[in-house]
């Protein structure tokens, strides 16, 4: 692995009785986007803020190109948190111009606006933007001090299909341009089209990290059997499958296709409805945190 | 309909009895203002009048009007000092016993019409002596304390509020992750403020100056400069008090705190001459006092920078320790 710009070292974060973050450890190289992944309440927003510099761990260190979290690092960190509010009665280029007032360099305002399609917007009141333009206007906040390093937390929360997907084409861009990206989200096919890298939190500690392909094939041997619940007769619950239930659903993994249908057809279970797919990062998130995605 | 209100009655119940630091300043707040109003104007019935006497009461003994009821007689230790306070319309009469007694009277002041009627009915002898200079109407007297009061409303309130709602709705936090200091965030909104306070200010001295036909004695940049070290040192206590909290009604308590007792006790309204000597040490510790004892001696008696300067030391000082107070307990965040 190359010199990492960003490194967490066994962070731990109390709150009382609650430990929130509990011994993480992880290392980002310049240029990727890496993935927090991890149910609600497993830690995720407070790494990030953490590792934003924001919030004080208990113990442990977060350092930046190898320095602990400092002034070179708030001049080059960007962040977009999961809410953000903004000061009230400024246009989106006043917004912006606050906001690059306040860093010794960074981009044009002008090539803000048109990097995240604001141009049309750019004298309109920032409380009179739908979601997916505030979010874009977040980015572009984001983005003021051309960061090295850019942190985003749930970025897609609320929006729309259409409005997720015009994001992701926008941090796909700020990705090519080669800088450092951070990423939280419930989304995994955000994760899957973004992420670089990812590390699933639960509990406040990781529970796996590496390449989503990696870990998909090191999670899933074969493929990915679905039937609706109603399908899969109590009966079938004894049947020596590995299989997993959530509420609408069973899904059974198999690496021998052929002996599981036997086994199915065998017991009875009507195969009607059954869909057949490789696994994603879904299911590698339930099969390691066993929780269901709650947005 | 009825279970729709209950439930929002009842929940709003809950959010209110469980932010403890709001239910707090509830009962504390109208508690110390009733308390306060009960110790300044409680205790046996007061007088309605108040008399200086040059040389103190003693020397007026032997006279009737000494005796009567409901007028108190106040020691005056200069006639310069005593014909100012006629002018305020602060003491009804100044009496140089005789004999014969000689007096002075407020033309213009009701209290000095009814205090003379009573005077001459003790004593048909005394003498009325002509207050001489400027006349100063009550509206001259309260000019300077309703500029100071608008400024101590729009520094408390406008900052504590403002800085209240940016930590609430997280832009705070959001600024904290940019290179942006403590010091530089409250710098700017203490600029910000007093830019905006000085304006407001110059405008309503210079309309409500010319409605009111008000004549200023003093210099208008010495004006300046006490008005702008007054702003900093209310909007310094505004930012202490918005430092760190996150309820906003217990910033509301808290302001409310502070400012009632400078409207009561600065001397706005009315003089503290012959208040209880302790009342009238908390009064001079109030920011708001100094400002005013600045702002009347520069635009009544024409007072020149040596002798507000006092004033305006203290003024500096509580906006240092305030800023002070407020930089190191500041919360950008809930």
């Known amino acids: ?295 | 309909m009825i279970r729709r209100l209950c439930a929002v009655w009842h929940a709003r119940n809950l959010e209110f009895l469980r932010d403890r630091g709001s239910l707090l300043f509830t009962l504390v707040l109208p508690l110390s203002i009733i308390i306060g109003i009960g110790i300044i104007f409680g205790g046996p019935p007061r007088p309605l009048f108040t008399v200086g006497v040059l040389g103190g009461p003693a020397a007026l003994a032997h006279n009737r009007f000494a005796h009567t009821r409901y007028v108190r007689f106040l020691p005056i230790s200069s006639r310069q000092a005593g014909l100012r306070e006629v002018r305020h319309d602060h003491i009804a009469l100044l009496l140089a016993p005789g004999p014969p007694l000689h007096f002075w009277v407020n033309t213009r002041s009701p209290k000095g019409y009814i205090v003379e009627k009573l005077l001459r009915a003790a004593d048909r002898s005394a003498v009325r002596l002509p207050v001489s200079g400027r006349q100063i109407r009550y509206i001259d007297w309260l000019f300077p304390g309703i500029l100071a009061m608008n400024m101590m409303f729009s520094c408390l309130f406008g900052v504590g509020y403002v800085v209240l709602r940016y930590r609430q709705s997280g832009f705070l936090k959001r600024l904290h992750a940019t290179p942006l200091t403590a010091f530089e965030f409250l710098s700017a909104q203490v600029l910000s403020r007093l830019g905006i306070i000085l304006l407001i200010t110059t405008v309503l001295y210079t309309v409500v100056g010319a409605m009111i036909h008000f004549h200023d004695a003093g210099n208008l940049a010495l004006l300046l400069l006490i008005a702008a070290l007054g702003a900093l040192a209310m909007i310094a206590l505004g930012l202490t008090v918005a430092a760190r909290l996150a309820s906003e009604e217990l910033v509301n308590g808290l302001l409310n705190l502070l400012t009632w007792p400078m409207v009561m006790l600065s001397g706005a309204w009315f003089s503290l001459a012959g208040a209880p000597r302790w009342l009238r040490w908390i009064a001079d510790a109030l920011p708001l006092t100094q400002l005013l004892h600045a702002a009347r001696a520069v635009m009544l008696y024409g007072a020149g920078l040596g002798a507000i300067a006092p004033n305006l030391i203290y003024l500096a000082v509580v906006t240092l320790v305030f800023l002070g107070i407020g930089a190191a307990s500041f919360k950008w965040r809930i």
């Open chain 1, 1 to 295: 692995m190359s010199v990492p710009i960003l490194e967490v070292r066994d962070l731990v974060k109390r709150y009382a009785a609650i430990t929130a973050v509990n011994g993480l450890s992880f290392r980002v190289p310049p240029g990727m986007c890496f993935g927090l992944l991890g149910p609600n309440g497993a830690g995720k927003t407070t790494t990030m803020e953490i590792m934003e510099g924001i919030l004080a761990p208990s113990s442990g260190t977060v350092s930046y190109r190898g320095e602990p979290l400092g002034e070179r690092f708030r001049e080059e960190a960007g962040i977009l948190f999961q809410a953000t509010a903004l000061q009230h009665f400024l246009t989106v280029r006043q917004s912006l111009a606050l906001f690059r007032g306040l860093y010794t360099r960074g981009r044009d305002i002008d090539e803000l606006l048109h990097l995240c399609s604001l141009e049309a917007l750019a004298e309109r009141d920032n409380r009179k933007l739908s979601g997916g333009q505030r979010q874009r206007l977040l980015l572009a906040i984001a983005l003021v001090n051309d960061p090295a390093v850019l942190f985003l937390d749930e970025p897609t929360t609320g929006l729309d299909p259409q409005a997720r997907r015009n994001f992701w084409e926008l941090v796909g861009a700020v990705k090519e341009q080669g800088k450092t990206i951070i990423l939280t989200t419930h989304y995994m096919d955000e994760a899957e089209i973004l992420c670089d890298e990812i590390a699933i939190v639960d509990h406040g500690r990781i529970v796996a990290e590496g390449e989503p392909r990696r870990l998909l094939r090191e999670h899933f041997a074969a493929v990915l059997l679905e039937l609706p619940r109603a399908a899969f007769p109590p009966a079938a619950r004894t049947l020596p499958l590995q299989f997993l239930e959530t509420q609408e659903r069973v899904e059974i993994t198999t690496d021998d296709l052929d002996a599981t249908l036997r086994t199915l057809i065998g017991a009875g279970v009507p195969l009607a409805s059954l869909r057949m797919r490789p696994p994603n990062l879904e299911d590698l998130f339930l099969e390691l945190t066993g929780h269901e995605l709650r947005a």
